[in-house]
């Protein structure tokens, strides 16, 4: 009797080992769904291996209580991608694996769309080969269903209809019997007939010669780095050299780093191919929308699938070409569960599969660009904008230390948004920190508002007369006094985009003015009937978070004014400047992007820091090769590579206990280094203690090899009311 070998989403490193219900099941099967029981209840996994033989006794092996062939099994390419994401991260491959597949897809129920009668019926190999003696009789419909399909070979649901009413019911009994398989037709979303392609602009020199470049190398694999300044139209090059991929009948996968990305790339790549099959795949969709999308993807119908991080296990049978764009976006790196890079499994999927990979930015990551610099990646450069006459933003750093400000606003930014007001232009005010405060206190005993979950400070939402912790969700009512000494003389300190937002109304009160954070975006189809507005000068200020930062094109705004920057700049986090540099070069591509010019003032009493400096000329190579210089001689990536053990604990002793032992087991070779335990820079969060150990090696095979020993060991120590993980490649201290 076969044994099927299957992955369960559970924290357990292995495959469990299944009889299968009947002889007939092959290798064929393996890449499907499948139902077993699992302790007192059942699961859903997916078949990795089919086997005949078992470790364990024969006798203790149970029998799958269901084999799921409602879709086509998942094809080795893409099973091996899980393999690698298992390998690599060091992850349960259950839980990779089941990670990948859309919800819909986990449960134990069959996957069935809301239309029963889209299907195609197909006649497989058994059923040609059936003897028809063996259905009944009376069975008129089945024998009729079967003697057509045997003729024709395949028919759709409303064909078998026109049959009998009772044809459903007979296909699903043949389908049962494996004589016949359902396949689902999903409807696309097309355009209305008539609608003409958007016009295609004249390429600049440099974009021409990143097409040029690429071209002949479409069918090989190569990591290209596209290293364009804002509004450099390296949209215009993903679109031509999908058109290339489109001529010869193959997909391309585009990733973006945030869902509030997809509805205006989504329309610019619809107006351009208004014909072809188009799919986005993100986390506001509904589980039924993501996984006809994911379906389509997978039986080759759709041509572009766009979507963000976990689009990137999409099942892709025609994969031609991957595009990450804003590559250097710490979005990309999943932060809970499985902790992997999509742009690194994008470069991996683009190796395995022989097709080129195009990592976009106007800021790369310094990782990036050292493999660009070094040779690894073959680097392309967009020095200038592409719309006419459309220049980089002048840049300006407003001296708060001799300028006074009022509500956050300098009286240069003042005047600069009242001639922005007059001329009719809009304007975008930049401040990353939603709500309306970030600190309550007390001005009597410098009391402060805490999150009793975390380790960090409440923040103030004063329309809604709230205190909430941005990090874990909790929220309380606005205190009526001081919770240590009992005065009333409690106050909002700091600015955040509400109070911003009340500062402005208040100093421009003809204005109109709109507010973009995560709060105000929260409902469905918010943020699209926002950009809307916004591309319809319905708006003349926006006050804004990093979600306004990257990839959005407002011709008519002419000014970006950056607020509480200066943060960042002395940060114990080393990719700090990285970062800021990269927002703040993001944020002032917003401005002038058309035929008005652009102007970028930076509120700051930092006005001569080098970060500053390379911003003002626009110069990221500049800054790049300063940071590069500074990890060098520190001993950072992209000169080393390192592994977080992260631990988390209801008390800080036994975080720190766990992680003292794992170092005490870890027996690493010289090449690698163990630091000491730390407590995490927020020590407490959800409730939790938590604490971190840092292991750093120059050579990645080496640390790799470590790690899979070590890994082994740390599955076996004792781990009392302690949940522990290990982040490979930290992007987040």
């Not at 003697?147 to 049962?176: C, D, H, I, N, Y």
């Not at 380790?455 to 929220?475: I, N, P, T």
């Not at 700090?576 to 058309?594: I, N, P």
């Not at 640390?703 to 930290?730: C, H, M, N």
């Amino acid at each position: 009797m076969p044994i099927v070998r299957v992955a369960l989403d559970v924290p357990l490193n292995i495959l469990f080992d299944y009889l299968a219900p009947d002889t007939e099941i092959t290798a064929q099967d393996i890449g499907r769904r499948v139902r077993v029981p699992f302790g007192r209840n059942t699961k859903t996994g997916l078949i990795m291996e089919v086997t005949t033989h078992s470790s364990v006794d024969p006798l203790k092996l149970k029998h799958i209580t269901h084999i799921f062939r409602d879709i086509p099994s998942l094809s080795p390419a893409l099973l091996d991608l899980f393999h690698f994401c298992s390998e690599y991260y060091h992850h349960p491959l259950g839980e990779v694996v089941m990670n990948g597949l859309p919800t819909r897809l986990r449960s134990n129920k069959p996957f069935t769309q809301n239309f029963p009668s889209a299907f195609h019926y197909c006649l497989t190999a058994a059923g040609r080969a059936a003897d028809t003696s063996a259905i009944p009789a009376r069975s008129i419909v089945k024998r009729r269903l079967l003697a057509k399909l045997r003729e024709s070979g395949a028919m759709t649901g409303s064909e078998a209809k026109q049959f009998s009413q009772r044809a459903p019911k007979a296909l699903k009994e043949l389908v049962a019997l494996r004589w016949v398989e359902e396949i689902p037709i999903i409807p696309f979303e097309t355009s209305a007939s008539g609608v003409k392609t958007a016009p295609v602009p004249i390429l600049t020199p440099a974009q021409q010669n990143a097409i040029d470049v690429i071209t002949p190398e479409i069918n090989a694999f190569n990591t290209w780095l596209l290293h364009g300044v804002t509004g450099s139209g390296k949209t215009e090059v993903y679109l031509r050299l999908i058109s290339l991929l489109l001529r010869q009948a193959r997909q391309t996968l585009v990733l973006v780093p945030e869902i509030n990305l997809t509805p205006q790339l989504e329309a610019v790549f619809r107006a351009r191919f208004p014909a072809v099959k188009l799919v986005s795949l993100h986390s506001g969709l509904s589980p039924s929308e993501r996984a006809a999308g994911w379906l389509q993807a997978q039986q080759g119908d759709a041509e572009i699938i766009l979507g963000t991080r976990l689009a990137v296990f999409t099942p892709l049978p025609k994969l031609g070409l991957l595009i990450v764009d804003e590559e250097q976006d710490a979005s990309f790196k999943q932060q809970d569960g499985l902790r992997y890079s999509a742009r690194d499994i994008a470069i991996f999927r683009a190796k395995y599969a022989g097709v080129p990979v195009i990592l976009g930015s106007a800021t790369p990551s310094l990782e990036s660009y050292y493999n660009a610099m070094s040779g690894r990646y073959l680097r392309l450069g967009l020095p200038s904008r592409a719309v006419k006459n459309a220049v980089l933003p002048m840049v300006r750093c407003i001296d708060t230390r001799a300028v006074k400000t009022k509500e956050s606003f300098s009286e240069p930014v003042i005047a600069a948004l009242e001639k922005c007001l007059s001329l009719n232009q809009q304007s975008l005010v930049f401040i990353n920190r939603r709500g309306y405060a970030p600190v309550l206190l007390c001005k009597s005993c410098g009391w402060t508002a805490v999150c009793h979950r975390c380790a960090s400070r409440l923040v103030v939402h004063l329309r809604e007369k709230k205190l909430r912790c941005h990090h874990c969700g909790h929220q309380e009512r606005f205190p009526g006094f001081c919770q240590e000494c009992g005065d009333q003389d409690i106050a909002p300190f700091g600015h955040g985009t509400q109070r911003v937002e009340a500062a402005l109304i208040q100093r421009f009160p003809d204005a109109r003015i709109m507010r973009i954070d995560r709060d105000s975006t929260s409902r469905k189809d918010a943020w699209g009937r926002m950009l809307k507005d916004i591309q319809e000068h319905r708006v003349d200020i926006l006050v804004g978070t990093q979600i306004l930062a990257k990839g959005h094109d407002f011709p008519n705004l002419s000014l970006v004014v950056t607020l509480n920057s200066d943060a960042s700049l002395f940060s114990t986090d080393f990719r700090a400047s990285e970062r800021l540099f990269a927002q703040l070069m993001q944020v002032a591509g917003r401005a002038g992007r058309a035929d008005i010019p652009g102007e970028v003032l930076i509120q700051t009493e930092f006005p001569d820091h080098p970060l500053y400096h390379a911003l003002r000329q626009h110069n990221y190579d500049l800054l790049a090769q300063t940071l590069l210089e500074e990890r060098k001689t520190a001993g950072f990536p992209p000169f080393v590579y390192q592994v977080l053990l992260r631990a988390e604990a209801p008390r800080i002793d036994a975080a720190l206990d766990f992680l003292a032992s794992a170092a005490s087991i870890a027996k690493a070779p010289k090449q690698v280094e163990v630091f000491d335990p730390v407590p995490a820079q927020m020590s407490r969060l959800k409730g939790m203690e938590r604490g971190y150990l840092l292991v750093q090696c120059r050579s990645r095979k080496k640390l790799q090899e470590f790690l899979a020993g070590w890994r082994i060991k740390l599955d076996a120590l004792p781990s009392y009311k302690v949940r522990w993980t290990l982040d490979i490649d930290p992007l987040e201290f």
